[in-house]
């Protein structure tokens, strides 16, 4: 039903190598979030866009870059992926917070290697 | 950004009502009341929203205090598949920050057979 999806579900990189994911959503909603999960950590937002080339950084934003070029898709680039960056990375999407809830991906599980 | 306090864990018998507690004393008169859940091996899953009236829809229910410091969110017959970490939180209201969530650490919920 999902409305959002994440591509790829898995990914296997070498450390230095750049890794792109891409949140993927057919809702027209404004506004998408990248966050990632550790454990010990919870969520922590990592960049979010509040409209097509309008993006900003969250809390650990460091070695990280998004882009937005259309309403649909929302990328997320490591630059440099480092061992420090494996983890579970979540999208989500909203169209606005009175009027709807979060929707979030089934999740990207990275390893770097 | 107002935050949330939530109990660590609850533990509740299958088929019994639940009720999970979330204090937000520093709430805003324009932030609006979310909760999520997460299951094991999946990403967050939206449950409900409000501003200050009670809210109900078919997966649970949100009672907001008259002052708006707590909520509550009742799950009215708590099955297995209920089994998750709940998470209350007030998204960002204004600006070009809006709608960011800032997760806590949830609380965990266990429901017995």
């Known amino acids: 039903d999902a409305g959002i999806t994440q591509s790829p579900r898995h990914k296997v990189t070498e450390t230095g190598t750049p890794v792109t994911l891409r949140c993927h959503q057919t809702e027209n909603h404004r506004y998408m979030y990248w966050y990632r999960q550790d454990p010990g950590h919870g969520l922590r937002l990592i960049h979010y866009s509040y409209g097509v080339k309008d993006t900003d950084k969250g809390e650990v934003s460091d070695g990280y870059s998004v882009s937005r070029s259309k309403t649909e898709d929302f990328l997320l680039t490591l630059e440099s992926a480092t061992s420090s960056q494996t983890s579970v990375y979540f999208c989500a999407i909203t169209g606005s917070t009175a009027n709807y809830g979060y929707t979030f991906g089934s999740g990207t599980r990275l390893t770097v290697v | 950004d107002a935050k949330t306090t939530q109990p660590n864990s609850m533990e509740s018998n299958e088929e019994e009502p639940v009720h999970l507690p979330c204090n937000h004393s520093?709430?805003?008169?324009?932030?609006?009341i979310h909760w999520y859940r997460q299951l094991p091996s999946q990403g967050p899953e939206y449950v409900i929203h409000?501003?200050?009236s009670n809210v109900n829809n078919r997966m649970a229910s949100l009672a907001i205090a008259e002052d708006r410091k707590s909520s509550t969110l009742i799950l009215h017959r708590a099955t297995l598949r209920d089994a998750a970490v709940y998470y209350c939180i007030l998204p960002t209201a204004g600006g070009t920050s809006y709608g960011k969530l800032t997760f806590g650490q949830g609380t965990i919920l266990t429901v017995h057979p």
């Open positions: 520093t709430i805003s008169g324009t932030d609006y």
């Open positions: 409000g501003l200050t």
